[in-house]
T-cell receptor
Framework: NAGVMQNPRHLVRRRGQEARLRCSPM?????VYWYRQLPEEGLKFMVY????????ESGMPKERFSAEFPKEGPSILRIQQVVRGDSAAYFC???????????????????FGPGTRLTVT | GQQLNQSPQSMFIQEGEDVSMNCTSS?????WLWYKQDPGEGPVLLIA?????ELTSNGRLTAQFGITRKDSFLNISASIPSDVGIYFC???????????????FGTGTRLTIIP
């Protein structure tokens, strides 16, 4: 059973370009989370998505950042007009449906992908 | 927002020693999880805790959900070189709206084994 997959693993962009980060959740998982991590720091929540729905985007900057999780295909984190401060590791996690908690609810157990390291030059 | 304080920030130990670290919150949590992150990789889930007072083991790792629901502890017995890495606690705050399962992460404890 494949784990969470992220690509690319490394991405270099010049200032002003767009960055697209992809995440394929584990099989059977319909909840996806995106996190950002700076060197020597912890994980900062960005956005929580269910298929075709954004559940919580409170951690995502209002401008230049967007995320989607379509009915078919991977979740995409998109950063427009990147700046040097966007350089970081971006992690995706997925979780399975929670048992006995009602339809649409997720387990709290999140499983992480290997991350995409974005470098803005 | 929620804050999780994790301590110590770093530990330098010798192989074979036991390790203890903890995580505290300013508010009640209904779930605690512990993760380990190796350099250049994503965090790996080690242990999940769901009930106050719960004590759960995974090999040489033991974690506890504090009875106040505001803290959690992770112990590693007889450390070995592959234990090196950063350990993160994570929790889900107790909130009235259970439709949001996002986690809050601690600042991490960096474990180094001295040869």
């Amino acid at each position: 059973n494949a784990g969470v997959m992220q690509n690319p693993r490394h991405l270099v962009r010049r200032r002003g370009q767009e960055a697209r980060l992809r995440c394929s959740p584990m099989k059977g998982h319909s909840h996806v989370y995106w996190y950002r991590q700076l060197p020597e720091e912890g994980l900062k929540f960005m956005v929580y998505l269910q298929k075709e729905n954004i559940i919580d985007e409170s951690g995502m900057p209002k401008e230049r950042f967007s995320a989607e999780f379509p009915k078919e295909g991977p979740s995409i984190l998109r950063i427009q007009q990147v700046v040097r401060g966007d350089s970081a590791a971006y992690f995706c996690a997925s979780s399975p449906p929670a048992s006995g908690r009602g339809s649409g609810r997720a387990s709290y157990e999140q499983y992480f992908g290997p991350g995409t390291r974005l470098t803005v030059t | 927002g929620q804050q999780l304080n994790q301590s110590p920030q770093s530990m330098f130990i010798q192989e074979g020693e036991d390790v203890s670290m903890n995580c505290t919150s300013s508010s009640i949590f209904n779930t605690w999880l512990w993760y380990k992150q190796d350099p250049g990789e994503g965090p790996v889930l080690l242990i999940a805790l769901y009930k106050a007072g719960e004590l759960t083991s995974n090999g040489r790792l033991t974690a506890q959900f504090g009875i106040t629901r505001k803290d959690s502890f992770l112990n590693i017995s007889a450390s070995i070189p592959s234990d090196v890495g950063i350990y993160f606690c994570a929790g889900a705050p107790y909130i009235s709206n259970f439709g949001n399962e996002k986690l809050t992460f601690g600042t991490g404890t960096r474990l180094t084994i001295i040869p």
